[in-house]
């Protein structure tokens, strides 16, 4: 699972991309053109105010929303060419999520629940892959059990594993720790790095959490729908003291 994390492949990108809610009056420019890109085999955090535009740049960068001008891509494939019975197969195929509710399957057990999207698109996978993922994750010994027997912990760990149980290009993840105790957070955000890393995927990250970002590689700074700011290999303290600068005296 190691041998091709050093590429400096991009993932996913957006390129002038311009998100608008509403229309006249009351339009609301979410994103104001912002390019972006996410390199394979690194973890990428989106931080920003309330109403940057970071949910509505993952949202868009995945495939779950539109842009209203501008591009999407993952890899190659731009987004916008595609209808939406293609769009829906390049999500189940290409990328993975993790949310803030672990969204898994009560009476599926562990290994149920990590194959369960490969087992809906009527895929087997690639035995070794998954395997290998299991001990990324450390749940070798909880694949029999069912999520109401997991920590949320273990559970979003779960959450972890199935995204990557494609082998997709990018994984997004959206305050994947919203639920979590600051222990099981930082083990689920080390997990995610290591995973980025380890399979040579894009992991793309939201969060309001300077803790949180810290686990990336890199973090990238919105503010009223643009990109400001990026840091490379971040601390939380310098990503609270950015952040602070978002801030508007009273």
Same mark, same amino acid.
């Not at 957006?14 to 809610?21: C, E, L, N, S, Y």
């Not at 997991?150 to 639920?179: H, I, K, M, Y």
């Not at 990336?216 to 990503?239: I, K, N, Q, S």
């Given at each position: 699972?190691? $041998? ?56 868009? $960068? ?7 001008? %501008?591009? $999407? ?6 987004? %916008? ?14 990328? %993975? ?88 957070? %930082? ?14 995927? $894009? ?48």
């Amino acid at each position: 699972m190691t $041998a091709t994390a050093t590429t400096t492949r991009t993932a996913a990108r957006v390129a002038d991309a311009v998100k608008v809610h509403g229309a006249g009056d009351t339009a609301v420019r979410a994103l104001d053109g912002v390019t972006l890109g996410f390199p394979a085999g690194r973890f990428t955090a989106i931080m920003g105010p309330s109403g940057s535009g970071k949910s509505t740049l993952l949202h868009c $960068a995945a495939g779950l929303d539109t842009l209203t001008s %501008g591009s $999407a891509h993952i890899g190659d494939t731009e987004l %916008g060419a595609l209808d939406d019975r293609r769009l829906t197969l390049l999500r189940r195929d290409r990328i %993975g999520f993790v949310f803030q509710a672990f969204n898994l399957v009560p009476t599926l057990t562990v290994a149920e629940n990590v194959r369960l999207p490969l087992d809906l698109a009527g895929r087997r996978g690639d035995p070794d892959w998954i395997d290998a993922l299991i001990d990324v994750v450390g749940l070798r010994d909880r694949l029999h059990h069912r999520p109401s027997e997991l920590s949320g912990g273990q559970q979003q760990r779960v959450a972890v594993a199935r995204a990557f149980a494609g082998r997709p290009d990018v994984v997004f993840a959206d305050e994947p720790t919203g639920n979590l105790d600051s222990r099981s957070g %930082g083990e689920v955000l080390g997990l995610l790095g290591r995973a980025a890393r380890e399979t040579a995927r $894009a992991v793309v990250m939201v969060t309001h959490d300077p803790v949180a970002a810290a686990h990336a590689d890199e973090v990238v700074f919105l503010a009223d729908g643009r990109l400001v700011d990026r840091m490379a290999a971040p601390t939380a303290d310098r990503v609270l003291d950015r952040m602070k600068a978002f801030e508007v005296p009273s």
